[in-house]
């Protein structure tokens, strides 16, 4: 039996001690926003994994889509992810934060009764999940170019934020439905801005987001996500292929921890109409592959260097 999956590899200027991540998974346990001593516990007996990335933490009130979910933007957040961290790193363990904007996939009741915003303003089918249960979602408002450059500064401060935490680096949630994969996919994003319409525009919040990170902590400390073929959230895209495969060209030779690919569905299937290898090819470090990996697949590099 192959020891590959128990191997080092170096990430982020570190050495982890295996090759195998926890990713990231949404737990609603964090009362105002705060993380707590049972997320310290939690975390910490998961600190054999050689990553564990954290539950999506919202970058600002704005960003915020579900109940009790954690944010990573104020100092009594920092103080809670603190206790997080210091119990990680006893074990020996290294985890890294997801940073998380919900865009459009929340509700007005997590906003003073305003609208959650989104690249353009389509109606997601299905419902919120909010503290009184399930909700429709409602038409979120279209953001103004004017406001992009403040939510991008969102991110490069809950980056700050982390690292005053002590986290080893972190994920920029660009998958599953959520803000950044809003604007990557044509299904959702129509704008006639600089941030839609072509390739290279709808891309270019994701980039712009990565460079101030990168910029505030360190390229090597960022992590993306990215899911080319979910369609949670409601999300569709005209040619999955040729959009994924640019934005990993463009996120390739930037020097970041790695790329985190969702390559199945939400109900665990692949897809027959994409080939994730072309993402492999494209990207020039570490690849991270998510969906369906048992040990046998998990061999090939469930982390590893493309």
């Not at 707590?36 to 054999?48: K, V």
């Not at 944010?71 to 006893?90: L, S």
């Not at 909010?130 to 809950?158: M, N, W």
């Not at 692949?270 to 990207?283: H, I, P, V």
Request: with cysteine; hydrophobic share 35%.
């Amino acid at each position: 039996m192959s020891n590959e999956l128990f191997s080092s590899i170096e990430l982020g200027g570190q050495r982890l001690s295996n090759r195998m991540a926890m990713a990231p998974m949404t737990r609603n346990r964090a009362p105002n926003t705060v993380a707590n001593t049972m997320m310290a516990e939690y975390y910490a007996q998961r600190a054999g994994a050689g990553l564990i990335i954290t539950e999506g933490a919202q970058i600002s009130e704005q960003a915020v889509g579900y109940p009790a979910t954690p944010g990573i933007y104020n100092q009594q957040q920092v103080d809670g992810w603190k206790q997080v961290t210091d119990a990680v790193h006893a074990k020996g363990g290294h985890i890294y934060i997801q940073l998380w904007h919900c865009g459009r996939i929340s509700h007005p009741d997590f906003h003073n009764g305003e609208q959650p915003v989104s690249p353009s303003a389509i109606t997601p089918a299905g419902d919120a999940f909010t503290y009184e249960g399930l909700k429709p979602f409602v038409e979120p408002r279209a953001l103004e170019t004017s406001e992009i450059p403040g939510i991008i500064d969102q991110y490069r401060h809950a980056a700050a934020c982390a690292r005053e935490a002590g986290f080893d680096g972190v994920e920029i949630h660009a998958a599953n439905g959520y803000l950044i994969d809003q604007f990557i996919r044509d299904g959702s994003n129509q704008r006639t801005d600089r941030y839609g319409g072509s390739l290279e525009n709808r891309t270019r919040l994701l980039l712009e987001v990565v460079a101030a990170v990168g910029n505030e902590i360190g390229h090597n400390k960022v992590g993306v996500r990215i899911s080319p073929i979910n369609a949670f959230n409601d999300m569709s895209d005209s040619n999955s292929q040729v959009t994924f495969n640019h934005v990993t060209a463009e996120l390739s030779g930037l020097g970041l921890a790695f790329l985190h690919v969702v390559e199945v569905s939400m109900t665990g299937e692949a897809s027959s109409d994409f080939d994730t290898g072309q993402l492999r090819e494209r990207f020039d470090g570490i690849y991270i592959a998510n969906g369906g990996y048992d040990h046998a697949r998990g061999t090939e590099g469930h982390l590893r260097n493309c």
